[in-house]
């Protein structure tokens, strides 16, 4: 699941598709040989002419010439590292430990950071090939935005709705193509509108160095959009394919809405799928991906630091009494998610069970808002919420769609109690991540 979601994300979020043989080296490259490395031991960059080598090559699966590992190693290595890599720029000295691990996540980062350099170099020089000039630009949005409010939702409603195989970007009406088969997503001006495009646009237009991003800060936000956008949606989907294996009722329900909403595909790189036609169709979907995520939420606990004297109204539940908690400055606040998504006060008798019917609302039931955060609450929560959420609710749908997702013999001949603890089982990484989540694929015949 970790590599499927990448595959997604790098589509989505980077325009360039990365083909399955380029994972079968992750596997085999959990050793990496030593970088060369400068006197203070940090291994060095490869040489320049080898970034953009790596960015060209047509064969993800090899190291291009100056790198030791391939782009898709190098980058599960760096995620799968990053407490090392944490604690290694806390305490120095541990970077100067002979041990493997350590020269695997130097040698990861390092070269992790030359590959994205290179897909920045690369992406500038196709926008500027594209005629992009940031300076034409700034000055035509000044003139729209004097234009006044109106004659820019005038012209944005004035744009014909996407065709058929297109989907505008939400709020931006930006249109993205049909993807797959090596195509890449384009704008509505023929401009392709991958997320990582739209970044160093946006930077390249803003006027006076200060505003703008180093080169740096660019490679460090991708990076944050790679390791939030893939390390946990994958986790998630590690569980909903267990807790699917587990629960054949709720399987059934999902490739049920998943036919209905696609009934004519021949396979899913032949999705014609329209956010606003089909988004909002697939609404088990939905609920699957929101009630895995209640159940394993990707961080199970929250820190808060008060940033000044405050205090905290409370309730207790089974009584509706009010209570003040005095936070002083300073206080480091836990709020323990895990517990607030099993509370049986806010979710029911039930809350331990597997049951995404809990996330439709009725005309008596309103299911809590308030007490579901994987994603945090408020004006500081993520803001890749509702991306992870689309993107888990697309790849669940159609991989229910294809395959029929099945226990393995071994679990089969196991207890029920004892196959969901083991299948379920997780340890502490970036995220929680699911140790034990092993299921069949069987390939559904198609009609």
Same mark, same amino acid.
């Given at each position: 699941?970790?590599?499927?979601?990448?595959?997604?994300?790098?589509?989505?979020?980077?325009?360039?598709?990365?083909?399955?043989?380029?994972?079968?080296?992750?596997?085999?490259?959990?050793?990496?040989?030593?970088?060369?490395?400068?006197?203070?031991?940090?291994?060095?960059?490869?040489?320049?002419?080898?970034?953009?080598?790596?960015?060209?090559?047509?064969?993800?699966?090899?190291?291009?010439?100056?790198?030791?590992?391939?782009?898709?190693?190098?980058?599960?290595?760096?995620?799968?590292?990053?407490?090392?890599?944490?604690?290694?720029?806390?305490?120095?000295?541990?970077?100067?430990?002979?041990?493997?691990?350590?020269?695997?996540?130097?040698?990861?980062?390092?070269?992790?950071?030359?590959?994205?350099?290179?897909?920045?170099?690369?992406? #500038? $020089? *196709?926008?500027? @090939?594209?005629?992009? +000039?940031?300076? %034409?630009?700034?000055?035509?949005?000044?003139?729209?935005? !004097?234009?006044?409010?109106?004659?820019?939702?005038?012209?944005?409603?004035?744009?014909?709705?996407?065709?058929?195989?297109?989907?505008?970007?939400?709020?931006?009406?930006?249109?993205?193509?049909?993807?797959?088969?090596?195509?890449?997503?384009?704008?509505?001006?023929?401009?392709?509108?991958?997320?990582?495009?739209?970044?160093?646009?946006?930077?390249?237009?803003?006027?006076?160095?200060?505003?703008?991003?180093?080169?740096?800060?660019?490679?460090?936000?991708?990076?944050?959009?790679?390791?939030?956008?893939?390390?946990?949606?994958?986790?998630?989907?590690?569980?909903?394919?267990?807790?699917?294996?587990?629960?054949?009722?709720?399987?059934?329900?999902? #490739? $049920? *809405?998943?036919? @209905?909403?696609?009934? +004519?595909?021949? %396979?899913?790189?032949?999705?014609?799928?329209?956010?606003? !036609?089909?988004?909002?169709?697939?609404?088990?979907?939905?609920?699957?991906?929101?009630?895995?995520?209640?159940?394993?939420?990707?961080?199970?606990?929250?820190?808060?630091?008060?940033?000044?004297?405050?205090?905290?109204?409370?309730?207790?539940?089974?009584?509706?009494?009010?209570?003040?908690?005095?936070?002083?400055?300073?206080?480091?606040?836990?709020?323990?998610?895990?517990?607030?998504?099993?509370?049986?006060?806010?979710?029911?008798?039930?809350?331990?069970?597997?049951?995404?019917?809990?996330?439709?609302?009725?005309?008596?039931?309103?299911?809590?808002?308030?007490?579901?955060?994987?994603?945090?609450?408020?004006?500081?929560?993520?803001?890749?919420? #509702?991306?992870?959420?689309?993107?888990?609710?697309?790849?669940?749908?159609?991989?229910?769609?294809?395959?029929?997702?099945?226990?393995?013999?071994?679990?089969?001949?196991?207890?029920?109690?004892?196959?969901?603890?083991?299948?379920?089982?997780?340890?502490?990484?970036?995220?929680?991540?699911?140790?034990?989540?092993?299921v069949l694929l069987k390939k559904r015949a198609r009609v």
């Open positions: 699941m970790t590599e499927l979601a990448l595959l997604i994300i790098t589509s989505a979020g980077f325009g360039r598709h990365i083909p399955l043989s380029a994972f079968s080296s992750s596997s085999s490259s959990s050793t990496a040989p030593a970088a060369p490395s400068t006197a203070n031991g940090t291994p060095k960059a490869p040489a320049p002419t080898a970034t953009a080598t790596a960015t060209a090559s047509s064969d993800l699966s090899l190291p291009p010439p100056g790198f030791t590992l391939p782009f898709v190693p190098a980058l599960l290595a760096a995620v799968r590292g990053m407490n090392l890599q944490s604690l290694m720029r806390q305490y120095p000295l541990v970077a100067h430990l002979p041990l493997a691990e350590v020269r695997r996540v130097k040698t990861a980062y390092a070269e992790l950071r030359e590959y994205l350099r290179g897909m920045v170099e690369v992406t #500038r $020089a *196709e926008m500027r @090939a594209e005629g992009f +000039h940031p300076h %034409a630009l700034s000055h035509s949005r000044s003139r729209d935005h !004097e234009a006044g409010a109106g004659a820019e939702v005038e012209a944005d409603s004035a744009e014909p709705e996407p065709e058929l195989g297109e989907q505008r970007a939400p709020g931006t009406g930006a249109r993205i193509g049909r993807a797959g088969k090596g195509a890449k997503a384009k704008g509505a001006g023929g401009e392709e509108a991958d997320l990582f495009k739209l970044l160093i646009r946006a930077n390249e237009e803003e006027e006076g160095r200060e505003k703008k991003l180093s080169d740096d800060e660019l490679l460090s936000t991708t990076y944050v959009f790679l390791l939030a956008g893939h390390e946990t949606t994958a986790n998630t989907l590690a569980f909903a394919c267990a807790l699917l294996a587990l629960n054949p009722r709720v399987q059934a329900a999902l #490739r $049920a *809405e998943a036919d @209905a909403v696609f009934p +004519h595909l021949r %396979a899913p790189e032949d999705a014609l799928a329209s956010y606003r !036609e089909d988004m909002p169709r697939l609404k088990y979907a939905e609920a699957t991906f929101r009630e895995t995520l209640r159940l394993f939420p990707a961080e199970v606990r929250l820190t808060k630091r008060a940033a000044r004297d405050t205090t905290l109204r409370g309730t207790v539940l089974s009584t509706g009494e009010k209570y003040d908690v005095p936070v002083p400055k300073g206080t480091i606040v836990w709020l323990d998610v895990w517990a607030v998504h099993t509370m049986t006060e806010w979710w029911g008798a039930d809350a331990d069970e597997f049951r995404p019917e809990r996330f439709f609302d009725t005309d008596d039931y309103k299911w809590p808002r308030d007490a579901y955060m994987p994603f945090s609450l408020g004006a500081r929560s993520c803001i890749g919420a #509702r991306f992870a959420t689309l993107e888990g609710m697309v790849i669940l749908s159609h991989l229910v769609r294809e395959y029929e997702i099945c226990l393995t013999p071994e679990m089969e001949a196991l207890p029920l109690e004892e196959r969901k603890r083991q299948m379920l089982s997780w340890s502490i990484g970036v995220a929680i991540q699911a140790t034990g989540a092993k």
